[in-house]
């Protein structure tokens, strides 16, 4: 029952639907009943312990308790989802998941702003085809002011929710659409759906839904959906953190016991269709190769198979040393990337096998080979060895996931996913158990069982992109509610919501780690942050270099040199150091950024000193072995043809070199891969110098987090790195030269004909990371566009609903710095809202509109309260010992510079903010042009250029 995903899941720009699962739940009895578990499924294994309880409307709660920081995740799941949608309603899950961020009865604005001011993280909702979630993590302090809310918008939303509302968000889901369908191969998940599931089945569409539907939408059927849906008995509310039983239960009631349940509405069971025979679908769209993508409808989520099918797919096609990979993408070299992957869901999983062909490869060919692999697989099984391997990353993952509380794939995620789905709070163990217990042939019989039937095969060519069109929207059938069950009750609050949102009075007080150090025999300075919360222990090795050293024609030199290095070393090919690297459940790699590099290894405590010789042996003595470096250089520069396929790809890759100028050292794309050129031109000598001249002891910094001390760590780091010495000199690092602005505003469009979007970049450079007022420009930025409630976004989104979000940001740089703003916005909207954006921006930085005290004090607020929560993870405290280390920063720079957030004034933001200058910007606009050139030339707001994805101007333009 793989209801947990133990992966690190990243979020991006483009913001896609997270897929799920669910499994019938079923309720407890009206009494509130209490369950405490504890225990672990096997030797050696992490446990979420828990208790669980009932409240007497129907709402399950459970509770676990982890001290490690000051926080509570709240987590609340509602087992609604697309798939309980009928025909003529598609869309309505997902847009009441808009809609309950818009505020409630007794909270009249944006569902956010209390949460800022008390600095919560890790906030978001979701929605899938079987279910819909909230969730936040805030400090312990605030858990009343988190309760409140999610009971109004529970108990009390349908008097908030007016026509304006209501067409408010119809236009922010319209744009998130456009968004995701703006997006190389953005249309396939659509067409997946329609063609796979049967008209009737109750995942035929997709969880967006159709814009007819909802534009047809009235505001009594919005209503009516809610009354049905989003009651206590069809939730679950977690709450894990700091936090006890005793507490839960008074809170829970508090908050939730007097409302009302709805009606008990029916879960449909599984519907795991046939496919009458193999089929096949080709689209075309403006992709820069071919992608292949062949899917099975097999086993729910909930299943023993469900488990199987996860390990068949780890074996076939789910790292570097599986079947698929090892034939197509090592071997036979004729794809860039290869992957199985099983998805779960309530009612029907999917099995997939995706491919992306290299260019001039027949994808027939691929389609054969790949098919044999399957074959093989289903014949003879996986080894004993492939799938001890598989299921040590997959133990590995789930003790990684869980150090967090909340948020995406955290313990309360784990908890609440596993009640929606089975009704069992710990069902995390039996999967646990299933994938430690299953052999080899119980794992090819459910291949066999599942993978023998017909499955279709979508594929995506080059060419136009045609639209999707949507039917008409169909009237439904008269909904008539049964009526409410008659066991549940409810019980009387002493809460007057009339006095509004509870006022967080009190916050904790930040306790970041204190750093240790000492030195390595060979130069190396150690820093060490003791977190003893899971047995994994997490290094950074920080060495100099970067983006800034690759000059003028080795651009991409820094990061493919460090990409090379888990490609192999010493005896192992990259294939065998895959394998051992997999075994040990250890992750290794190393990436550069635009003033360093480095590289990191996250090792389970008992593999911690086989894992550590590995990470050193790959720093030591990588191979740079020809073969490999010929198949990533291929597989790199496809990378970058992905790159300048995508809207937000290509303006990242162009405004660098336009902000810094052509020769400048920071003149790479922010991605780090360079070009095609300078990437083909590439050769082993360049990677070897690179390595001799920047991947060395002397002058470095080694960061450790994790479940260690000084004293245990220090020998087994001396054992393995104290010997190691650089080849010769350092090089000097070099002084990055100061840019001058540009005379007057500048506008760069980029052609992409057919975007139903256009994404709107703007930028400009700024004072370097170690600036002395560094702090309150990212500060005064914060006000612009740092938050969902920030100007840029509340304006383009929630007033225009023309963006699906609009933020600003800068990034971290020892030299200047880029300060960019973004908004993905509908087409015919482009040039409004660069007006729109122009303005924002301008009357700021000029002081004709400037930030607020209030504005000053939410971001303080936000600021200051969410650090206690900022740093629970080790990755989260790594990041900011890397910033101390690359920036020259004090060990106890997150104190310092809370106390410097705290003492800003809103003159201080006003006059952070003059930083930028309105009168010389550059803008990078992508999009169709034959629809938005001529609007944005009108517009005068500077000179205009036409110019590719690789920034070269066009021709007559």
């Not at 042939?441 to 279709?456: D, P, T």
């Not at 256009?758 to 004072?767: D, E, R």
């Not at 509109?849 to 969410?866: C, F, M, S």
Request: aromatic fraction near 8%; proline fraction near 6%.
């Amino acid at each position: 029952m793989r209801l947990f995903r133990p992966t690190v899941l990243a979020l991006a720009l483009s913001t896609a639907l997270i897929a799920g699962v669910h499994a019938p739940a079923a309720h407890a009895a009206a009494a509130a009943a209490t369950t405490a578990v504890e225990g672990s499924t096997q030797a050696g294994a992490i446990d979420i312990a828990y208790d669980t309880f009932t409240l007497p409307n129907g709402l399950t709660v459970i509770v676990h308790t982890d001290r490690k920081a000051p926080i509570v995740a709240v987590n609340i799941w509602y087992h609604v989802g697309s798939k309980d949608e009928p025909m003529g309603k598609t869309g309505f899950a997902h847009l009441f998941e808009h809609l309950m961020f818009n505020g409630s009865e007794n909270h009249r604005d944006e569902y956010f702003k209390p949460f800022e001011m008390a600095g919560a993280t890790d906030q978001n909702g979701t929605t899938n085809n079987d279910r819909t979630n909230y969730f936040e993590n805030v400090p312990t302090t605030a858990l009343d002011m988190a309760l409140w809310m999610e009971s109004d918008r529970m108990g009390h939303l349908l008097g908030a929710i007016d026509q304006k509302t209501l067409d408010e968000q119809r236009g922010v889901v319209q744009n998130e659409k456009r968004q995701g369908e703006n997006q190389p191969y953005g249309q396939v998940n659509e067409v997946e759906t329609k063609t796979i599931y049967p008209v009737g089945h109750p995942y035929h569409h997709g969880v967006i839904g159709s814009m007819n539907d909802l534009n047809a939408a009235s505001l009594e059927d919005v209503k009516n959906w809610f009354r049905t849906w989003y009651g206590p008995n069809n939730a679950v509310l977690v709450l894990a953190g700091d936090i006890d039983l005793a507490t839960a239960k008074k809170k829970a009631a508090q908050y939730f016991g007097d409302i009302p349940a709805t009606p008990t509405m029916a879960q449909p069971k599984a519907n795991i269709p046939d496919m009458a025979a193999e089929g096949r679908t080709v689209m075309e769209d403006k992709v820069p190769q071919v992608m292949v993508d062949r899917v099975w409808n097999v086993a729910q989520a909930g299943t023993r198979d469900a488990d199987l099918l996860e390990l068949f797919a780890g074996v076939l096609g789910g790292s570097k040393s599986s079947r698929l990979q090892s034939r197509l993408v090592f071997g036979e070299k004729l794809v860039d990337s290869i992957s199985a992957y099983y998805n779960p869901a309530q009612i029907v999983g999917m099995f997939g096998i995706e491919s992306r062909v290299k260019q001039g490869v027949d994808p027939s060919k691929v389609e054969a080979l790949a098919n044999e692999e399957l074959q093989r697989l289903l014949k003879d099984g996986p080894s004993a060895e492939e799938l001890a391997r598989v299921k040590t990353a997959y133990r590995a993952g789930f003790i990684r996931g869980i150090e967090r509380i909340g948020g995406f794939g955290g313990k309360a995620d784990a908890l609440a996913s596993c009640t929606i789905y089975t009704g069992n709070p710990g069902c995390f163990r039996e999967t646990l158990k299933n994938v430690d217990e299953a052999t080899p042939e119980q794992v090819r019989e459910a291949g066999v069982k599942w993978l023998k039937r017909n499955s279709h095969t979508f594929v995506v060519q080059p060419g136009e992109r045609t639209p999707l069109a949507e039917a008409p929207s169909v009237k439904s059938a008269p909904l008539t509610l049964p009526p409410v069950d008659a066991k549940y009750k409810t019980v009387a609050s002493a809460v007057d919501r009339s006095k509004g949102v509870p006022v967080v009075t009190s916050f904790p007080d930040l306790n970041f780690p204190s750093l240790q150090r000492a030195k390595l025999s060979n130069g190396t300075q150690v820093v060490l942050a003791e977190r003893h919360d899971i047995p994994v222990v997490q290094m950074s090795y920080e060495f100099g270099g970067g983006f800034a050293s690759d000059g003028k024609n080795d651009l991409g030199a820094a990061s493919f040199a460090m990409g090379m290095l888990d490609e192999g070393e010493g005896d192992l090919d990259a294939q065998a150091f895959a394998e051992r690297a997999q075994s040990l459940g250890a992750n290794l790699g190393a990436g550069a950024g635009l003033d360093g590099s480095s590289a990191y290894l996250s090792t389970l405590n008992e593999q911690l000193e086989p894992s550590l010789q590995l990470f050193a042996d790959m720093l030591r003595q990588p191979r740079f072995e020809q073969k490999e470096i010929d198949r990533v250089k291929a597989t790199w520069i496809a990378g970058i043809a992905q790159e300048k396929a995508q809207p937000n790809g290509a303006a990242m890759r162009v405004l660098p070199p336009l902000l810094y100028g052509n020769g400048h050292p920071y003149a790479i794309p922010f991605s780090g891969t360079g070009t095609e050129a300078s990437i083909g031109a590439l050769g082993r000598k360049n990677l070897v110098a690179y390595h001799d001249a920047y991947v060395r002891p002397q002058g470095a910094t080694l960061i450790v987090v994790g479940d260690t001390t000084l004293k245990q760590i220090m020998p087994k780091l001396e054992a393995v790195f104290g010997d190691w010495r650089g080849t010769g000199d350092a090089p000097a690092v070099a002084k990055v030269p100061a840019v001058a602005l540009p005379d007057g505003p500048r506008v760069f469009l980029i052609d992409q004909p057919g975007a139903i979007q256009a994404n709107i970049f703007v930028g400009q450079l700024m004072p370097s990371t170690k600036d002395d007022g560094a702090t309150a420009l990212g500060f005064a930025n914060t006000v612009l566009g740092g938050q969902f409630s920030s100007r840029l976004n509340m304006n383009l989104r929630e007033d225009k609903h023309w963006a699906y979000g609009a933020y600003s940001f800068l990034n971290n740089a020892i030299g200047e710095r880029p300060w960019l703003a973004f908004a993905p916005v509908q087409i015919d909207k482009t040039a409004p809202a660069l007006q729109e954006m122009s303005r924002d921006i301008s009357e700021y930085a000029t002081g004709k509109k400037p930030a607020t005290p209030a504005e000053v004090d939410k971001v303080k607020a936000d600021q200051i309260n969410g650090l206690p929560g900022s740093y629970e993870t080790a990755r989260a405290v790594m990041g900011a010992i890397s910033g101390i280390v690359r920036y020259d920063r004090p060990d106890d720079y997150v104190v310092r510079n809370a106390v410097k957030i705290k003492t800003l004034t809103t003159a201080d933001v006003n006059e952070a903010i003059k930083a930028i200058d309105p009168t010389a910007l550059t803008w990078v606009v992508v999009g169709d042009l034959s629809k938005i050139e001529q609007p944005i030339r009108d517009l005068k707001l500077g000179k205009i250029s036409v110019i590719d994805a690789d920034g070269k101007p066009i021709a007559g333009r």
